[in-house]
C-alpha cells in the first residue's frame, strides 16, 4: 500500500498544478530551508495546522499589513478589510470555514486575544496586539483547535501568533514607508544583544494614512517591549506591548447607494454644515420628512482604542521527562466608537449629536500546561482562568456649530447616557490529553475539555437586563489519528466538539442586547452555541514540492441570531434566541513548489458549501409566528471557492512575488437574493537587499502594489449585519491600486 500511494505522489503534484491553486502546505513545527524559501509543516500533526514563517509576514506587499492578511493564503481562510493594509477594524472580516472571527480563538504568545470583534469585550485585534514587523510565525488549526487553547470563541479553529525573540547581538532596525494616500510607516527597534541577565529590544511604530476616499486618516502608535532569558533548561520570555490607534470611519454602503452615488461615496466629513443641512432636509428633524438618503451619509464616524497588553511566561523543566509553561497577563482597553447621528438633537437645538459606544476592559488571566512523559505516552493537562471586568455605555455629546468635537479625541461631558453596563465574565477551562503510539506509524491523539464561562451583568444606567447567565460543557472531546504511509506521506484524521460561551456585553450578538423581560424569558432556556468538526487528509513532501488536501464536515448547532429593526444607527434592541444548525463541507488543497533555485510557487485551494439547516421561526411585537424560510440557503458571507495563488523569486538579493486572489460571489441576506460578484486580485512586490552599505550592516528598497488592476469591488459584507431578505447598508467597498516603497536599514 505504501509503494502505491507513493507511486501516486508526483501524479498528485501534477493535478495540484492543473488547478494552478492548491494553499499553504500542511504546516506547524517542522521547518524546511528551500532556497531561502521557508515553509512550515504539518507533519505528524493529528489535525489540519498550517502555518507561515518570518519570511511570509516579510514578504507583503506593504510594511504594516495586517497579519491576518498574509494568513489569508492559507486555505478556508476569508479575510476582508475596506483599507489596503487590512487594518481598518470597522471593516476587517475574518473567517475560516464559514466560522467569522468571534466564533474563532486566537492567541499571541499564549496569551488570548479574545474573539477580536470590533466592540472590544474581551481582548483586542492583532494589529493592536503587536507591530507586524515583530511577527515571528502564525499557525493556523482550520478545523480542529489544540485542547490547550485558551479561547471560550473557538467553535471552528484556532490562530496562534508568535512574536519574535530579541537578537542574539546588539542592533538597531530603521525602516521608513511611503505609499499612496499620505501614507507614512516609522519603525524603529534596537535590540540589546545576549548577556548574563537575557536579552530584550524594544520598538516604536508609527502610522499615519489618508482614508483612499473622503477626509480623514488613520493613525496608530505603537511601543513593544519583549524580555527573553534562559536558565538551564528553563526558559523565561516577557512582554510590554501598548497601541494607540485612531481610525475615521468609511460609510456602510448598499448596492443599491453605490450604484446610486458611486464607489467613491462617503461621510460629510469636516463639512459639518452639509450634515446639519441633511439633518434637517432628510431626517425628519425641524418638520422635514423622513427619507432613506437620511443614511447617506453622516457627518462622522472613528474607532478610538488604547490598549495596553502584557504576558510573562516560564517553561521549566521539573523532572527528566516532566514540564510546565505557565503564563501570567494582563490587558488593559479603553475605547470609543463614535458615531455622529442625525437622529438625536443636542441640547442647543443642533439636529445632529455625537454617539458614542464606550468600553474599558480590565482583563487578568493565567494558563498552565503539565507535560509528562511515560511509558510511549505524552500526558497533557492544562488549565486557563480568566477574570475580565467589562465596562460599556451608549453616551450623546453635544455637538454645538461653534464647538463640533473631534472624531480623533476622547469625548468628555456627556448630556446623556442612555444605558451603562458593568459585565464580570469568569472563565475556566480545563483539558487533559494523551498522544500515544499504537504501532511505529501509526499515532492516537485523544482527550477531553471542559469549559465555563459566567457573566454577571450589573446594570447602573438605564431600563435594559441585568442578571446572570453561565455557559458550560464539562465534556468536549477530542480524538485523532496519524498514520505515517511512507518518508514522505501521511494522512491524518480528527473530531472534536466545542462550545463558545456566550458575550458578556450590551451590543453584538449577546443576551444583553434586549429589554430584561426579553433577557428573563431567554436566559433559562438560551443554549450556547456548539459544533462537531470531522476532518480527515493527506500530506506528502520532498525536495521538489510540498502538499496537503483535507476534506470536513462540520455540524454547528443552536446556532444564535440577534434580531435589530431599523438602521445600524439607531441602536434597537435585539431579540436573541437559537435558530438552528448549519451544515459545512468542504475540500481544501495546498501545493508549494521549487520550480528552480530561488523560485517557488505556492498555490491554495478551497472548495465549501455551508447552507442553514432550519428555518428560523419567531414571534412579533402581536405574538404572531413569522417563519423565515432560510432552510438550505446558503451561509452570508461564505465563498464556496477561493483560489490563491503566489508565484516568489529569491536569490538572497534581488527578491519578489506576485499573487492572485480569487474569491467567487457572498451572499448578505439569508434568503439569498442579494449577493455580491465574485473578484480577482493581483498583488505585486519586490525589491532589493545589500550587505554592508557603508555604516550600515545590510539595507534593503521594496516596492509593492497592491489590487494591481485598480479593480471595483465589495471588500466587506456584513458590516452592519445581515437581513432577512434584500439589500441593505452593511457593504464596504474595497481599496483602489496602491503603491507602497519601504526602505530599511540595518545598524
Not at 459585565?423 to 491523539?445: C, E, M, Y
Not at 489590487?707 to 434584500?726: H, Q, R
Request: charged share 20%; aromatic share 10%; net charge neutral.
Amino acid at each position: 500500500m505504501r509503494s502505491a500511494v507513493h507511486a501516486l505522489t508526483p501524479l498528485a503534484a501534477l493535478l495540484g498544478l492543473a488547478f494552478t491553486a492548491l494553499p499553504a502546505l500542511a504546516q506547524s513545527t517542522e521547518t524546511q530551508e528551500l532556497e531561502r524559501v521557508t515553509v512550515s509543516l504539518g507533519r505528524g500533526q493529528i489535525r489540519s495546522v498550517q502555518g507561515l514563517t518570518k519570511a511570509d509576514f516579510e514578504a507583503a506587499a506593504a510594511a504594516g499589513q495586517s497579519p491576518l492578511a498574509t494568513v489569508s493564503r492559507l486555505p478556508g481562510v476569508n479575510f476582508q478589510s475596506a483599507d489596503p493594509l487590512g487594518n481598518y477594524e470597522w471593516s476587517t472580516r475574518f473567517t475560516v470555514r464559514a466560522f467569522s472571527q468571534n466564533q474563532l480563538g486566537f492567541t499571541l504568545d499564549g496569551v488570548p486575544l479574545g474573539d477580536m470583534s470590533y466592540g472590544n469585550l474581551n481582548g483586542l485585534h492583532i494589529s493592536r496586539a503587536i507591530s507586524s514587523e515583530n511577527v515571528a510565525r502564525a499557525d493556523l488549526s482550520q478545523g480542529t483547535g489544540s485542547l490547550d487553547t485558551p479561547s471560550s470563541s473557538n467553535l471552528g479553529g484556532t490562530l496562534q501568533f508568535y512574536s519574535s525573540d530579541p537578537g542574539r547581538t546588539f542592533g538597531v532596525q530603521l525602516s521608513q514607508t511611503l505609499g499612496s494616500d499620505g501614507n507614512r510607516r516609522s519603525f524603529v527597534r534596537l535590540d540589546s544583544g545576549a548577556s548574563e541577565f537575557g536579552a530584550v529590544y524594544a520598538s516604536y511604530t508609527h502610522q499615519q494614512a489618508d482614508k483612499w476616499k473622503g477626509n480623514g486618516q488613520q493613525r496608530q502608535d505603537q511601543f513593544n517591549l519583549k524580555y527573553v532569558k534562559d536558565f538551564g533548561e528553563n526558559h523565561l520570555s516577557a512582554f510590554v506591548n501598548t497601541s494607540n490607534r485612531r481610525e475615521i470611519d468609511y460609510q456602510d454602503m448598499s448596492l443599491e447607494m453605490i450604484n446610486r452615488l458611486g464607489y467613491d461615496w462617503d461621510n460629510f466629513y469636516p463639512d459639518f454644515a452639509a450634515a446639519v443641512k441633511a439633518s434637517n432636509t432628510l431626517c425628519g428633524n425641524n418638520g422635514s420628512t423622513y427619507v432613506a438618503q437620511c443614511d447617506d451619509a453622516y457627518y462622522a464616524g472613528s474607532g478610538l482604542r488604547k490598549d495596553t497588553l502584557a504576558g510573562a511566561t516560564l517553561d521549566a523543566k521539573l523532572a527528566d521527562k516532566l514540564s510546565l509553561k505557565t503564563t501570567v497577563y494582563h490587558h488593559k482597553n479603553d475605547g470609543r466608537g463614535l458615531w455622529f447621528t442625525p437622529y438625536t438633537a443636542s441640547p442647543d437645538g443642533t439636529p445632529v449629536a455625537l454617539r458614542t459606544t464606550e468600553y474599558a476592559i480590565r482583563r487578568n488571566g493565567l494558563t498552565a500546561t503539565l507535560d509528562y512523559e511515560i511509558a510511549g505516552h505524552q500526558l497533557r493537562a492544562s488549565v486557563w482562568h480568566e477574570n475580565n471586568d467589562f465596562d460599556q455605555a451608549r453616551r450623546f455629546y453635544a455637538t454645538s456649530p461653534s464647538a463640533v468635537p473631534s472624531p480623533y479625541d476622547f469625548p468628555s461631558n456627556p448630556f446623556f447616557t442612555q444605558w451603562q453596563y458593568a459585565f464580570n465574565t469568569k472563565t475556566d477551562q480545563f483539558s487533559l490529553s494523551d498522544t500515544v503510539a499504537l504501532a511505529r506509524d501509526l499515532t492516537l491523539g485523544l482527550g477531553f475539555k471542559s469549559l465555563r464561562a459566567k457573566i454577571d451583568a450589573e446594570r447602573q444606567v438605564g431600563t435594559g437586563p441585568a442578571g446572570s447567565i453561565t455557559a458550560k460543557k464539562g465534556f468536549l472531546p477530542q480524538l485523532g489519528l496519524n498514520y505515517q504511509l511512507s518518508r514522505s506521506d501521511e494522512l491524518f484524521a480528527s473530531v472534536s466538539k466545542n462550545m463558545r460561551a456566550y458575550q458578556g456585553a450590551a451590543t453584538g450578538t449577546t443576551p444583553f442586547a434586549t429589554t430584561q423581560s426579553g433577557f428573563d424569558a431567554i436566559k433559562g432556556s438560551l443554549r450556547p452555541e456548539t459544533s462537531t468538526n470531522f476532518e480527515a487528509g493527506w500530506r506528502t513532501t520532498s525536495k521538489l514540492y510540498e502538499a496537503a488536501l483535507t476534506a470536513y464536515i462540520v455540524d454547528f448547532k443552536d446556532r444564535l441570531l440577534g434580531v435589530t429593526q431599523g438602521s445600524g444607527i439607531q441602536g434597537n434592541p435585539t431579540v436573541l434566541s437559537n435558530v438552528g444548525g448549519v451544515r459545512t463541507k468542504g475540500l481544501e488543497a495546498a501545493l508549494s513548489l521549487r520550480l528552480m533555485p530561488g523560485v517557488s510557487w505556492y498555490n491554495s485551494l478551497s472548495l465549501s458549501n455551508s447552507t442553514y439547516r432550519d428555518d428560523v421561526v419567531s414571534k412579533d411585537a402581536n405574538n404572531q409566528t413569522t417563519t423565515i424560510a432560510i432552510a438550505g440557503k446558503h451561509v452570508v458571507d461564505a465563498p464556496d471557492q477561493m483560489v490563491k495563488s503566489i508565484l516568489s523569486y529569491d536569490d538572497g538579493q534581488w527578491f519578489g512575488n506576485v499573487g492572485a486572489d480569487y474569491m467567487s460571489k457572498r451572499y448578505y441576506s439569508y434568503l439569498n437574493d442579494a449577493a455580491v460578484s465574485a473578484r480577482t486580485l493581483f498583488n505585486v512586490s519586490g525589491g532589493l537587499r545589500a550587505k554592508s552599505l557603508g555604516f550600515l550592516s545590510e539595507g534593503s528598497v521594496q516596492l509593492g502594489v497592491t489590487n494591481l488592476g485598480n479593480k471595483k469591488y465589495i471588500s466587506t459584507v456584513g458590516s452592519n449585519g445581515f437581513v432577512n431578505s434584500g439589500d441593505s447598508q452593511t457593504l464596504l467597498p474595497g481599496a483602489p491600486r496602491q503603491f507602497f516603497v519601504t526602505f530599511t536599514g540595518k545598524l
